[in-house]
């Protein structure tokens, strides 16, 4: 009977995997190193990231590539990327720190009624994101949804050690951010009726929906989420190094894929 139970849930497996349409795949598998961004241009727009909210250094002063920096779980992703915010993270003459990379396509990511932003995250101990300061990660340019990390401006105390979800400024959802332990996210987005939920598992578990598809006021035009992160100044808390690792990056539609790092390209 055992026998036949994992038959089943294979077969399940499958099946469910059939019904994904995989829309975008941002999971850094055809890329040689993170220098490969900048073939990418507003003339050239090549890859599958737009490249252009950074600071004043080279590529690799913020994003690295490397085997090393994904979920060991994931065994679709070749290699994962670390984000780094340090003294010269700084866009467009913003007081805000900011690494950020956009889905550059033209398949419909910002349509339909199953739409599903998959990655994974993680911190080290080694240059950790600060807890006196607010990181706004993976958000959409309106914050309809994203998640958030550190201290958020406004709130009560002088530090937060919780990852957040949150829809339109609202968390609905915390751990604490403990380092080495990778978070599989996914948002589960209606844009259609104007709704999204969210999805998290840890390690190497499957995602579960954590929380059912909410209202929110949802807006994209397909160019707007932003893989990274951008950190709000805050007085009195001086800039520190910080890393972020990301991996199991895409975007699909119709039934979600669990599994850690999403289905073959």
Not at 122 to 135: G, L, Q
Not at 197 to 216: C, D, M, N, R, T
Request: proline letters at 5%; hydrophobic letters at 35%.
């Amino acid at each position: 009977m055992k026998s036949l139970s994992v038959l089943t849930a294979l077969a399940t497996s499958l099946f469910t995997a059939g019904e994904a349409a995989l829309l975008w795949d941002g999971r850094f598998n055809d890329f040689t190193s993170a220098a490969d961004l900048n073939k990418w241009s507003w003339s050239n727009q090549v890859g599958p990231y737009q490249y252009y909210i950074h600071g004043s250094g080279s590529v690799d002063k913020y994003i690295q590539l490397s085997p090393s920096h994904k979920n060991p779980n994931d065994t679709v992703s070749k290699q994962g990327a670390k984000f780094t915010l340090d003294s010269t993270a700084y866009w467009n003459g913003q007081n805000m720190r900011r690494i950020e990379l956009i889905p550059q396509t033209k398949a419909a990511i910002a349509s339909g009624s199953k739409v599903f932003y998959h990655f994974s995250i993680m911190r080290k101990d080694v240059n950790p994101p600060s807890i006196y300061r607010e990181h706004q990660i993976c958000f959409f340019e309106s914050h309809f949804t994203e998640l958030k990390y550190g201290w958020i401006s406004g709130e009560q105390g002088t530090s937060n050690p919780n990852l957040q979800w949150m829809t339109n400024q609202q968390s609905r959802w915390k751990t604490e951010w403990k380092a080495g332990v990778w978070h599989n996210v996914a948002y589960e987005i209606d844009f259609s009726s104007r709704k999204v939920g969210f999805w998290h598992s840890e390690g190497g578990e499957p995602l579960k929906q954590i929380v059912a598809p909410v209202s929110a006021p949802v807006s994209s035009n397909g160019q707007d989420w932003h893989l990274g992160v951008l950190e709000l100044p805050r007085s009195g808390y001086p800039d520190a190094n910080e890393d972020f690792y990301f991996s199991g990056v895409y975007i699909e539609s119709g039934t979600i894929t669990t599994t850690i790092g999403g289905p073959a390209a």
